[in-house]
């Protein structure tokens, strides 16, 4: 089932007895974005961007927002490979594959599996890999609000996207979308220490994607993915926070759009 | 009619700047133990324990403990060391843990053990109850929120097969695994020890007790929302084909007795001025929603009620939403339980009884004529409250209250569940 809105389409598919709904729009070769812990807002400027010259995939996770809980699913694992089958359902064939902190987490453990469908792999400030220095922040310790606020390298920016308080609407997306969090990562918090020892063999070339002042995902994180990974390369841009696709969609865009056709 | 005595066991330190109007900022779960002082830590043990001991002696039926974890109000931790203690040193009160919190045990099998241990040197006094805990007990011993209900399920039904099944048998359920399950510890009651459920107002533990029929204890709530909750409880009980009676409801509330009012009234401001709770009317503790409130302790439904879509990309960078507006989401109910208001208020509408027996009286009349509980815990010793102030309620208590309440729960043919049977609501031999 597929609907048309004024900017992308939406779309339904079943995967492993759930739905999981898909946002997308543009033409050109196939790139999937995982989004946050926080959940999809919605078709922002930066897919948008993208779609300009790429087919831009964004499904719900299943559990976030329109798309059904699995309720058995413990482990982002476990969402990874519901994450590979909603791509093939789609019938997408070999995509860019681009994660967006938990969700780059999702997409790294989807890459370790196998990566002979994946063209490209941007991890954007993602979780996954415990960093030698500091913590990634754990949503525990924070109203949810608070926790997205940290996402940004101010609260100036903050208030540039979601205004000085955020819609109800958009709070109950957030607060909804740490309870499925919380059923996939608790201990540890946002990690897998397997992870780092099954991307050895994952030679997609991957892009690093970090804001120098990213305040949840420290850039030991990073680190840890550069080594861990065969084929990455850390860029990291001045003066944005964790959430740099909202504070500034054109530069992140930009960024993913040349690595994408850097191949 | 079953009576009961409880305190929290506050931490007090009247030098730690958490009592009264210091200016020193308390934010929950962001106070150090660095502050804590394990020399205060001793006497105040050794001071609730001995309470107890003259609570019993004063004609009180039950001793109350409760746990808490990582927070000043509550010393009861590990509340079963003390139940032990009791067990031994005292002889004839019931022991009633109210509650331990099952999610966060990672080990059930231990607390069936333990239980039964108790049990056994109490020679059957244990009644043993079960919480969920606030979101402070699952963050301080780290056990996932979302799962905190489905535990909670789990481990009362491996606890009670552990208790009442010869063993050895294998359980390999969602949240606990054993391979092995045969403790060479049984309870000395039997089947095992009466289990009644202590909670506020969460709505799934209300039908859930019902459905087991087990008593249900409310705790401080307000006295209209606590009629409400035993009203729903017996439609429930309705529904399960039985008639719910007062040996099912019971009811935690704060009462001090002194001897003239103004010991009373002194003390009475004490259960909400001192440091037994940073958190309470008059103290200057922050209670953090967030940490109540935690991810999915009270779950929402598995599917995002409202459709979220954001006309953001043609209209520039704000993210408008255009759907329809939601309400945020509500705050634990278990929170608002600490948040009664000043002394004036919080005696106006029951929540705190202060006086002399002859002042008290009536209004624990008014109390149990209004919510027909069988089982009532008085909740003193609190907050800044000294030893003195306890003994001397515990002696009046004993000498005036517990006699007239004693009366009343005849009059008003209040029993308690060591009176009927709440399996099977027959009589129970004395």
């Not at chain 2, 969602?174 to 289990?195: D, G, K, L, T």
């Not at chain 2, 003193?380 to 208590?397: C, I, K, N, P, Q």
Request: with cysteine; hydrophobic share 40%; net charge negative.
């Amino acid at each position: 089932m597929t609907t048309q809105t004024e900017t992308h389409s939406e779309t339904t598919v079943q995967v492993a007895g759930g739905s999981v709904r898909v946002l997308q729009d543009g033409a050109g070769e196939p790139v999937v974005v995982l989004h946050h812990s926080t959940g999809n807002p919605g078709w922002i400027p930066f897919y948008e961007q993208l779609a300009a010259g790429h087919a831009v995939s964004v499904p719900d996770l299943p559990g976030y927002g329109q798309s059904e809980r699995p309720a058995w699913a413990r482990s982002t694992r476990d969402m990874a490979i519901l994450v590979r089958r909603t791509i093939e359902a789609l019938g997408l064939g070999s995509v860019h594959l681009v994660g967006l902190g938990f969700g780059g987490w999702v997409a790294a453990e989807l890459a370790s599996m196998s990566d002979h469908d994946l063209t490209s792999l941007t991890l954007i400030g993602a979780a996954g890999i415990q960093p030698e220095e500091g913590e990634i922040a754990d949503v525990i310790f924070y109203e949810f609000e608070e926790y997205v606020k940290l996402g940004f390298s101010s609260d100036q920016a903050y208030a540039e996207v979601f205004g000085d308080e955020a819609a109800p609407e958009l709070k109950e997306l957030w607060d909804f979308s740490r309870e499925m969090t919380a059923r996939l990562t608790w201990k540890p918090w946002m990690f897998n220490r397997q992870l780092p020892h099954l991307l050895s063999e994952t030679q997609v070339r991957t892009l690093l994607l970090w804001g120098e002042e990213d305040r949840v995902t420290p850039i030991g994180v990073a680190q840890a993915y550069e080594a861990a990974l065969p084929n990455a390369t850390l860029q990291v841009l001045p003066g944005l926070g964790h959430l740099l696709e909202l504070e500034a969609a054109d530069t992140a865009a930009a960024a993913v759009a040349a690595h994408i056709a850097g191949g | 009619m079953f009576i009961g005595y409880f305190t929290e066991r506050p931490y007090q330190d009247f030098d730690s700047g958490w009592v009264g109007s210091t200016g020193r900022e308390i934010e929950d779960l962001g106070m150090t133990n660095g502050d804590y002082n394990p020399r205060i830590g001793a006497d105040l043990y050794n001071r609730y324990l001995d309470e107890k001991v003259y609570a019993e002696e004063m004609g009180f039926d039950g001793l109350m403990l409760n746990e808490h974890h990582s927070t000043p109000f509550c010393m009861g931790g590990v509340m079963n060391v003390e139940a032990a203690i009791l067990a031994r040193i005292t002889k004839r009160a019931k022991i009633v843990l109210l509650g331990n919190v099952l999610p966060i045990w990672e080990d059930p099998l231990w607390l069936a053990e333990e239980l039964a241990e108790i049990d056994m040197i109490s020679r059957g006094r244990l009644v043993t109850g079960w919480v969920r805990g606030t979101g402070r007990e699952s963050v301080a011993h780290n056990s996932q929120a979302p799962f905190n209900w489905e535990r909670f399920q789990e481990a009362h039904d491996f606890v009670v097969k552990a208790w009442s099944t010869p063993g050895p048998f294998r359980w390999e359920g969602e949240h606990y695994q054993y391979r092995y399950v045969n403790p060479w510890a049984r309870p000395y009651q039997e089947p095992h020890p009466q289990i009644w459920i202590p909670g506020v107002m969460s709505r799934n533990t209300v039908a859930w007790c019902a459905e087991q029929r087990y008593p249900y204890i409310m705790l401080a709530t307000e006295l209209e929302p606590t009629k409400k909750s035993f009203e729903y409880y017996d439609e429930v009980a309705k529904e399960q084909g039985y008639e719910a009676g007062t040996q099912h409801h019971g009811y935690l509330f704060k009462v001090h007795v002194d001897e003239t009012e103004e010991l009373a009234e002194e003390a009475g401001r004490k259960y909400i001025a001192g440091p037994a709770n940073p958190f309470l009317e008059g103290n200057q503790g922050q209670v953090r929603a967030n940490l109540q409130n935690l991810p999915g302790l009270t779950s929402r439904t598995s599917l995002l009620p409202t459709v979220s879509t954001f006309a953001a990309a043609a209209r520039g960078r704000s993210l408008v939403p255009t759907g329809a507006e939601v309400e945020a989401p509500n705050s634990d109910a278990q929170d608002q339980a600490d948040f009664l208001g000043t002394y004036e208020e919080q005696s106006k509408k029951y929540s705190i009884i202060s006086g002399t027996p002859k002042t008290v009286i009536p209004k624990i009349r008014h109390v149990l004529e209004t919510l027909r509980p069988g089982s009532i815990f008085f909740w003193d010793g609190d907050g800044a409250m000294t030893h003195e102030d306890s003994m001397r309620s515990l002696r009046l208590f004993g000498e005036e209250v517990i006699p007239a309440v004693r009366e009343m729960g005849k009059e008003l043919d209040l029993k308690g569940p060591f009176e009927v049977d709440t399996q099977t609501n027959e009589p129970m031999e004395a």
